[in-house]
């Protein structure tokens, strides 16, 4: 069965500093994975999303991820973090290949210190 | 903008009650889902209906159902309410069944629900 590893569920890194969120993946196709972002008191955004078509998918706000299948990783990535970008972050993988159903992470928490 | 509504921000039921849980999406999409949301464990899906009339469990359906009777519109049911069931509740709904590659799901604002 497909699933996803977040291996931090806090993080923590001062405003202007990069952002590294990690995600790992347990599948047995290539799968579809997303980021998707939910700030306090409001619903869960789409970040970014990856389906095979290039590796290093580029998001909003300045967040890109990449895919790779060596390391079933699917890390995310920001050069400089902004105090907006403090929020739950969610790895999502695809289940079956065609099929909608999708496995969300447990989530990891970023806190941006100004 | 795909916009998802759920009826409810805030909800406090008794144990016992029968709560229903509205979701109404705008933009035509043939998926919709259920999912709650509890501290260090992601979201969970509750049911998936693809259809108008169409549900599939999730991974945790038990004590929950639900019901699809028009294709913008997708309720959760608790057929008697338990404090284990406090939680946040999100709806999303995606474009189609159809496509091999996986859509989008468009969230709602979630309603967090107290049963006491």
């Given at each position: ?13 001062s405003?202007g500093?990069?952002?590294l ?18 700030h306090p ?42 105090m907006?970008?403090a ?11 065609g ?11 970023l806190q941006?210190?100004? | 903008d ?12 008794r144990?016992?009650?029968k ?32 259809d108008?009339?169409?549900?599939e469990?999730?991974?945790i ?8 009777e ?6 959760l ?7 284990n069931q ?31």
């Amino acid at each position: 069965a497909q699933s996803v590893t977040q291996l931090d569920s806090h993080v923590s890194v001062s405003e202007g500093t990069p952002v590294l969120l990690r995600c790992n993946y347990s599948s047995s196709y290539s799968p579809s994975l997303f980021w998707y972002v939910q700030h306090p008191n409001k619903g869960l955004q789409l970040l970014l999303k990856y389906t095979s078509a290039a590796t290093l998918v580029k998001g909003i706000n300045g967040f890109e991820a990449e895919f790779k299948k060596s390391e079933t990783s699917f890390h995310l990535t920001k050069p400089s973090a902004h105090m907006s970008d403090a929020a739950e972050y969610f790895c999502v993988v695809s289940r079956e290949w065609g099929y909608q159903k999708v496995t969300f992470g447990t989530g990891t928490k970023l806190q941006v210190i100004p | 903008d795909v916009k998802v509504t759920q009826s409810s921000r805030y909800l406090v039921k008794r144990t016992g009650e029968k709560v229903f849980l509205e979701c109404v999406q705008d933009m035509d999409h043939e998926n919709m889902f259920w999912y709650r949301q509890d501290p260090g464990l992601g979201l969970r899906l509750i049911y998936f209906s693809y259809d108008v009339k169409m549900k599939e469990k999730g991974d945790i359906p038990e004590g929950y159902s639900v019901s699809r009777e028009k294709k913008e519109r997708f309720s959760l049911i608790l057929e008697s309410a338990s404090t284990n069931q406090t939680s946040m509740y999100l709806c999303a709904s995606s474009l189609s069944l159809r496509r091999a590659e996986l859509d989008e799901q468009f969230f709602g604002p979630g309603t967090r629900l107290t049963v006491l």
